[in-house]
């Protein structure tokens, strides 16, 4: 065998155990990412899992993988095995690759069609925000359902009341009666006093809003015990986890919207064509004593 073929092999050689040693390192990355942090098993998806397939068919797409439980979503599901309690649904959107897979993903082919058939007028934004079912109607909220927006807040500090601004409830707001400065005038008189605080207020800021679709992180579960009695069984089981609820506005109420999730607590109500939309007085607990049908006003 010459120096030339000698090299060759040689060369080859070197070049196998560099590869073998760099794909070594790399499939060690994520170990040592991990190094340190509790970790969870949660599924992945792998390959794109177009809207609408069935749940049974979705493990072919999907593989278990280690994250650090800081980073795990909410109503994530940790196993392949995991998706037999969804037999029978179907996936709500498309499960995109590196997604991790979440029980809110999936609806039944009826809710799936429902939101299909639902036209978002022009002009409207979709906003989601997520709610416990008591919040939601019990849970049964479908798409194409209209629904009430109540808006609560707890005491807002204001550092400073701007004019035109009109502010639920009484602030309390006091005046300074000024101090002499030396000069013979005073100082500050008749200013606001600042770190005033509002009311605890509940409000109706929105009617008519189109709910346009409904994802919920987990299923009721029928009860297990013998012993229920057919009253209990007969009632319908509501989810026992938050549900994602999509409403479409037009952008100013969507900001209204926005900010109470952001800054209060949002209470939905079904609403019927037969319901009284004109404007109410917002409430806070001074009126809440009132006696409508009296024409209280607190």
């Not at 794109?48 to 109503?75: F, H, I, M, Y």
């Not at 049964?140 to 004019?163: I, K, M, N, Q």
């Not at 009311?199 to 809003?209: A, D, M, R, Y």
């Amino acid at each position: 065998m010459n120096r030339k073929t000698v090299g060759v092999i040689i060369a080859v050689a070197l070049a196998a155990i560099g590869t073998f040693i760099l794909v070594r390192y790399v499939q060690g990355a994520d170990e040592r990412a991990l190094e340190g942090e509790e970790t969870v098993s949660v599924l992945v998806v792998d390959s794109l899992v177009p809207e609408g397939t069935a749940a049974e068919d979705v493990s072919g797409s999907v593989s278990v993988e280690l994250v650090p439980v800081k980073v795990q979503a909410a109503g994530s599901l940790e196993t392949t095995d995991d998706l037999a309690d969804f037999e029978g649904l179907v996936t709500a959107v498309d499960l995109v690759p590196g997604e991790q897979v979440i029980a809110a993903r999936f609806v039944t082919p009826r809710t799936l069609e429902e939101r299909d058939d639902i036209v978002v007028p022009d002009g409207l934004l979709e906003v989601t925000l997520s709610l416990s079912p008591e919040r939601a109607i019990g849970g049964v909220l479908r798409p194409g359902d209209e629904v009430a927006v109540f808006a609560s807040f707890v005491p807002f500090t204001v550092e400073a009341v701007e004019p035109g601004i009109e502010q639920p409830g009484d602030l309390g707001t006091e005046t300074d009666a000024g101090s002499d400065d030396g000069t013979g005038s005073e100082a500050g008189a008749d200013t606001e006093v600042t770190n005033t605080k509002t009311p605890n207020t509940t409000g109706i800021i929105l009617h008519n809003v189109l709910v346009t679709n409904v994802q919920v992180e987990e299923l009721p579960q029928e009860s297990s015990s013998d012993d229920a009695d057919e009253d209990s069984a007969s009632l319908e089981l509501s989810p026992t986890g938050r549900l994602l609820v999509t409403l479409a506005m037009d952008p100013a109420n969507a900001e209204r919207f926005v900010f109470t999730a952001e800054f209060g607590t949002v209470w939905l109500a079904d609403e019927s064509d037969t319901v009284d939309d004109s404007p109410t007085p917002v409430q806070d607990r001074g009126t809440v004593y009132d006696d409508p049908s009296l024409g209280g006003t607190g």
